[in-house]
């Protein structure tokens, strides 16, 4: 796995110090749209893989995040650097990676995802039961025991622990997918702000 963050900071810190040289001749606008083609998505790419990495591993991937912010808005190396992400409407990278799985679990609740996936996400109360429980309304995941780092890792594991922890409200399933998303955004981003 390191070699692979490796590889994403490196390619990464390349691109931006090419676009650095550029960056004068250029609109706001045409900034944003590179770094989001260059640096953004090379982060994001597998990112569900990357759950549950080691915080230095994470923190690696956060500089790349934090230089690219800071190309864009020309941002000092001195200053904050979370009110820059936060105005650019970018979640912290631990933050990316779980927003991906949650919305992926979702999809797999809306039936929209391959069948390979949704087989990893069962309501407890879909499971064999005989009696009902109070969290039968509320969307609560199955939750599998895994055995090893690799398996706490996976997608089912890591799907229904990261859906299990959203507020009944987001869970909802009366809830429009577009509605979903901006409220899963929004909550993340109150994490990550309690989290600083």
Not at 11 to 24: A, C, N
Request: glycine letters at 4%; hydrophobic letters at 40%; charged letters at 25%.
């Amino acid at each position: 796995m390191s070699d692979q963050i490796s590889k994403i900071v490196s390619g990464s810190f390349y691109q931006l110090r090419q676009l650095r040289t550029v960056i004068d001749s250029l609109a706001e606008v045409a900034v944003k749209a590179l770094v989001h083609a260059l640096i953004s998505t090379r982060i994001d790419y597998c990112n569900s893989l990357l759950a549950r990495i080691t915080d230095k591993q994470i923190r690696r991937l956060q500089v790349v995040q934090n230089s690219a912010a800071r190309l864009i808005t020309g941002t000092g190396r001195g200053q904050h650097i979370t009110p820059v992400l936060r105005n650019l409407h970018w979640l912290p990278v631990a933050r990316r990676i779980e927003y991906k799985i949650i919305c992926l679990v979702d999809k797999c609740l809306r039936a929209e995802a391959p069948e390979y996936l949704a087989r990893d996400c069962q309501l407890l109360c879909k499971r064999n039961r005989t009696i009902n429980l109070r969290s039968d309304s509320t969307r609560v995941l199955w939750a599998p025991r895994t055995r090893s780092k690799m398996g706490d890792r996976s997608f089912r594991a890591i799907g229904p622990a990261y859906w299990n922890i959203l507020p009944p409200s987001l869970r909802d399933e009366s809830v429009t997918r577009s509605i979903f998303l901006n409220r899963l955004k929004t909550f993340l981003f109150d994490e990550a702000a309690e989290a600083h």
